[in-house]
């Protein structure tokens, strides 16, 4: 799944998209084709890799591979309306039918390294393989990146974004840990997590990627943005008194918790407002006292959607964005 196996992928999907055939049929042929290179020589990212990852699955666990998916990831993240185009030779580089909802709760429990509404989905070593560099430094030979790094300047070079398992690492820290892990897909759908700012993100739509890649970093830049500017009302150059440190978990489903922070005792209001401004869940004015605290809100009479939690002592408003799923 790191690309490095040598498998190579044509251009036309072969079996990949045939749903006639079962996925060992489909990884006994592509495993009967000669390799591109040597094993470990060179990376090439490609769908046949995928494909006998997926197979490599199956014979680990003795189950098939949508069976294996429904009990590990979907059941416990509640992706109900998640499903394969294939029961028999499921694709596993990319036919697979999902909602924005579903997708956000996958998204949140990577986030949270592995973690979702308080189960544990996925161990945290496997989180942590998923996001490490797998490719050894192998010489890069494909990659999509190679066609979006000439067009937009905020990308690092091409040969330098490197792969985990399922993600590319498109920003990394002087420590070498991920920052932005994302996985663009080429009919366009594509998600990204952000371990700086703890925010994720998907864009939703069909369409080829090299054509709509600048609505994708596009997209991503406004998000970075927005979160690091915030909305506070507070003068610049002076210290802020409150401030709203985590909405956890965020996307929520029925309940998620806001710890906030002030330096100074006051009256306190605390609101989810959608995204017209319009208030729809606010909890009684209470005390603020000097320190962090922590609030329970009850997301059930909510629709799912955007909002923004919104804290305010009568001087000073401060708010974060809060998505609500089902």
């Known amino acids: ?3 490095t196996s040598g498998i190579a992928s ?15 049929a489909c990884a006994e042929l592509i495993l009967d084709r000669p390799l591109g290179a040597p094993p470990g020589a060179v990376f090439a990212y490609g769908g046949f890799s995928m494909q006998v990852a997926g197979r490599v699955g199956e014979i680990a666990t003795g189950k098939p591979w949508v069976e294996l998916f429904e009990e ?12 394969y185009v294939s029961a028999t030779n499921p694709r596993v580089p990319g036919a697979m039918v999902t909602s924005i909802d579903d997708y956000g709760a996958f998204l949140q429990m990577v986030l ?21 560099d797998q490719t050894e430094g192998a010489p890069v030979v494909f990659s999509p990146y190679q066609r979006y790094v000439s067009t937009f300047p ?5 040969d330098s974004i490197r792969y985990g398992s399922g993600v590319w690492r498109e920003q990394v820290a002087a420590n070498g840990s991920v920052l932005d892990a994302a996985s663009p897909g080429a009919s366009g759908t594509s998600p990204w ?6 925010i994720a993100g998907i864009l939703l739509m069909d369409h080829r990627l090299t054509d709509a890649a600048g609505t994708y970093f596009e997209l991503k830049r406004l998000a970075r943005e927005a979160v690091d500017r915030g909305v506070s009302t507070e003068p610049a150059g002076r210290e802020s008194p409150l401030a ?11 309940r998620t918790v806001v710890s906030y922070a002030g330096d100074r005792t006051g009256p306190l209001a605390l609101a989810v407002v959608d995204a017209l401004g319009r208030r729809v869940l606010s909890l009684e004015r209470q005390a603020l006292l000097p320190g962090g605290h922590q609030v329970s809100l009850d997301l059930r009479g909510l629709a799912p959607g ?13 708010s974060q964005p809060l998505v609500v799923i089902r």
């Open 112 to 132: 949270d390294g592995g973690m979702y509404e308080g189960t544990r989905v996925l161990a945290t070593d496997a989180v942590d393989a998923m996001l490490a």
């Open 244 to 254: 709203i440190e985590a909405v956890w978990p965020n996307p929520a489903r029925t």
């Open 10 to 24: 044509p251009r036309e999907s072969g079996c990949l998209a045939d749903t006639t055939t079962t996925l060992a």
């Open 72 to 83: 590990r990831i979907a059941r416990p993240l509640g992706m109900t309306a998640t499903t």
């Open 1 to 3: 799944f790191a690309h």
């Open 154 to 158: 905020v990308l690092p070079p091409a």
């Open 193 to 198: 997590i952000d371990t700086e700012r703890r």
């Open 306 to 318: 955007a909002y923004r939690v919104v804290l305010s002592d009568g001087r000073q408003t401060t």
